[in-house]
C-alpha cells in the first residue's frame, strides 16, 4: 500500500487534496522550487503526512483546520503536520501508526515528535536529515 516511486510533494498535493474533501481545510506549505529528494525522503515524506492526516480523522473529528509543512531547514528535510483540535480522549485502536512512523523515520537517522500543540490540537514533526549532511 505505499506511494508511487515518484512520490514527492506533487504527491502529498494530491494526498492533502483528498483529504480536503472529506475533512478540515487544510493549508499546505511546500518548499520552491519544487526541491530534489533521494526516493527513501519522498516515500518518507508522504507517508508521514499520509499518517498524520489519518490520525487526524480518527482522532480530532472536530478540528477545523490543519497545517502541513514540508520544509528544507539546515537539520534536513521537516515535515510537520498540525490541527487545532480541542482535547479529546481517543479510543485506543491497537493501531501501530505513530510507531511505524518513527521506526520508518529513524532508519533514515531522523526524529519524530508528536503531541499536544501549544494552542491545543495535535502536531507531528519528523525532521529527515539527508545523507550528506546538508538540506536536500
Same mark, same amino acid.
Given at each position: 500500500?505505499?506511494?508511487?516511486?515518484?512520490?514527492?510533494?506533487?504527491?502529498?498535493?494530491?494526498?492533502?487534496?483528498?483529504?480536503?474533501?472529506?475533512?478540515?481545510?487544510?493549508?499546505?506549505?511546500?518548499?520552491?522550487?519544487?526541491?530534489?529528494?533521494?526516493?527513501?525522503? $519522498?516515500? +518518507? /515524506?508522504?507517508?508521514?503526512?499520509?499518517?498524520?492526516?489519518?490520525? %487526524?480523522?480518527?482522532?480530532? @473529528?472536530? #478540528?477545523? *483546520?490543519? $497545517?502541513? +509543512? /514540508?520544509?528544507?531547514?539546515?537539520?534536513?528535510?521537516?515535515?510537520? %503536520?498540525?490541527?487545532?483540535? @480541542?482535547? #479529546?480522549? *481517543?479510543?485506543?485502536?491497537?493501531?501501530?501508526?505513530?510507531?511505524?512512523?518513527?521506526?520508518?523515520?529513524?532508519?533514515?537517522?531522523?526524529?519524530?515528535?508528536?503531541?499536544?500543540?501549544?494552542?491545543?490540537?495535535?502536531?507531528?514533526?519528523?525532521?529527515?536529515?539527508?545523507?550528506?549532511?546538508?538540506?536536500?
Amino acid at each position: 500500500d505505499g506511494p508511487p516511486a515518484s512520490a514527492g510533494p506533487e504527491r502529498v498535493e494530491a494526498l492533502v487534496d483528498r483529504f480536503r474533501r472529506q475533512g478540515p481545510p487544510v493549508r499546505l506549505r511546500l518548499p520552491e522550487p519544487e526541491p530534489s529528494w533521494p526516493p527513501e525522503i $519522498t516515500s +518518507t /515524506v508522504y507517508r508521514v503526512v499520509r499518517e498524520a492526516l489519518t490520525n %487526524v480523522a480518527r482522532h480530532a @473529528p472536530h #478540528a477545523r *483546520a490543519v $497545517t502541513v +509543512t /514540508v520544509a528544507e531547514e539546515p537539520a534536513g528535510v521537516v515535515v510537520e %503536520v498540525s490541527d487545532d483540535g @480541542p482535547p #479529546a480522549p *481517543a479510543p485506543h485502536r491497537g493501531g501501530y501508526g505513530l510507531v511505524g512512523m518513527r521506526e520508518r523515520v529513524e532508519a533514515l537517522g531522523g526524529t519524530v515528535s508528536a503531541g499536544p500543540g501549544p494552542d491545543g490540537g495535535w502536531s507531528v514533526r519528523a525532521v529527515l536529515p539527508t545523507h550528506d549532511g546538508r538540506s536536500a
